[in-house]
Each structure stands twice: as C-alpha cells, then as structure tokens.
C-alpha cells in the first residue's frame, strides 16, 4: 500500500507574522494620532505608552523606562516644547490685552479730563455772562422782580408768576408790561443766544375755566411772554424757544401757600456761546 504524501505548507508567511504586522500598523498609527495631536498632555501620554508597554511589551527595548527611548523621548520633548510655546503665545497675548487696557484706561482718563475742563470754561462762561445780566437787571431797577442765577449751560431769570398773570389766567396784566420791557432790552444785548421762556405751575388742580389742566395753562403763559418778546423787540424768533413745563418742576414745597406762590413763575433762559443747547 502506497503511503500518502504528507501536505506541503502554505506558501507565504506564517500566519502570526500577519497578525503582529496588524498589531504594529494599529500601535503606529495610535502614536501618530498622538503626536499630531497639539494639546497632548505629556504626562497622560507616558501613562498611556507605559500601559502599552505593560500589556504588548513591545516598547521595552528602545529604554528601561518609558521617556528614555529615541522615539518616546523626543516625541515628549517636543510636547514640552510645544507647551512651552504655547504658553509663551499665551504671555504675549495676555501682555498685549493687558497694555491694550492700560491704552485704553489712559484714553478714558485724558477725555474724562478733557470733558472735566470743558465744564468749567462752560461754568465760567456762565458765570460772567450771569454777572453782566446781573448788573443790567440793578440797573433796570428790578432786582428785586427778577432773581438772576446761572448753571453751566445758561443764565437764569426767574419772575413770580403773581407779577405776571392772574390766577388761572395767560394773559400778562397791564401793570407787568414795564416789568417785561425792562426785560425785553436786556434781552436784545443778547440778540445771537439761544433763549427759551417756560412757563411753571403749581401741583393744585384747575376747577372749571379757559384751560383743562397746568400743563396747558403753564404752555399759553409761556407763549404770552414769548409774543411779548418778539412784539418789542428786535430779537430773531429762530433764536427764542417757549415751553410749559406744568408742575413738574417745582422749586419750593407745594404744600404750604408760600412755596406754590413761588412754583408759580415764568423762567427765561440765556444760554451761553459755550453751552450745548
């Protein structure tokens, strides 16, 4: 009986050869995929390599310990650098934003300064400006009518209402015409400023009469003033504004008769070359 030829091997490689070279093109490819990651965390990185190390042992031979192989080595080196680099932007960043506020909080301070120095030549334009009407209104002989005071945008003359108009009513008295003439020529030494009148009541409701309310009643006294003006004077109407404020205003406590007397006023307003109006 013939024997039977035994079977001749398979041509090619072994078969574990083919499943080690899977195994080392994965492990090659996790290593890329770390290193061409930019935020590795190195220490992360050798406890990841050192399991692998442990577990497939294929790491050992470049070092006895993981850090000391060529490629191990410089792959962590360059992490290193690459934080360092990183951080380094990072400094730079934060110095340029910190010089970029220091920039800014110095141009904040020169135009708060800036803006603080117009103020005063605003209040001292103000101020000489109320000192010549002060003196005009002595010389007129109705200081004692007409209060003069001044804020940083304009002159103030203030006239009780009482001298002006009866009660509940918007139209100027006989006997308050040489009053608002005496005005009116001191108003025409200030022909080119702006000038507003307002009119101001006080908080007691209107029973019945021409006029539903204070606001409207304040509106028609100031309007009555604003004709006034322009009927005797010179003054260009483009350059004299008139408002009512109504109540709303007060500069004296509404409960007691002294100080509604003193809510119920007409106000004219000069403003100066420097104000913003």
Not at 124 to 143: C, F, G, H, P, S
Not at 253 to 274: C, M, Q, W, Y
Request: aromatic content about 8%; charged content about 25%; overall charge negative.
């Amino acid at each position: 009986m013939a024997k039977r030829k035994e079977d001749a091997p398979a041509p090619g490689s072994p078969a574990w050869m083919a499943t080690f070279g899977d195994l080392m093109n994965l492990l090659l490819c996790f290593f890329v995929l770390l290193f061409s990651m930019s935020s590795v965390d190195a220490q992360k990185f050798e406890l990841i390599a050192a399991s692998f190390s442990q577990t497939f042992s294929v790491l050992s031979g470049g070092a006895s310990a993981i850090g000391e192989g060529m490629l191990i080595s410089n792959g962590v080196s360059q992490l290193n650098e690459l934080s360092e680099y990183i951080n380094s932007m990072g400094s730079m960043s934060d110095a340029e934003g910190l010089k970029s506020f220091g920039e800014e909080s110095s141009e904040d301070t020169q135009s708060e300064e800036l803006k603080a120095q117009y103020e005063q030549e605003q209040l001292k334009e103000a101020e000489m400006l109320a000192e010549r009407i002060q003196e005009a209104v002595e010389e007129q002989n109705i200081d004692k009518e007409v209060d003069v005071n001044f804020t940083s945008q304009y002159v103030l003359l203030t006239m009780n209402g009482a001298l002006l108009f009866d009660s509940g009513h918007a139209e100027i008295r006989e006997d308050a015409y040489p009053l608002l003439q005496k005005i009116a020529r001191i108003l025409e030494r200030y022909a080119k400023h702006t000038i507003e009148v307002e009119g101001h009541t006080d908080n007691v409701p209107l029973n019945g009469g021409r006029f539903e309310n204070n606001d409207v009643l304040s509106s028609y006294r100031a309007l009555s003033v604003f004709n006034y003006i322009l009927e005797n004077t010179s003054l260009d109407p483009a350059n004299i504004k008139h408002s009512g404020r109504g109540e709303y205003l007060p500069i004296a406590d509404n409960s007691t008769p002294e100080g509604r007397a003193k809510n119920r006023r007409v106000e004219i307003k000069i403003f100066h070359s420097l104000s913003a109006e």
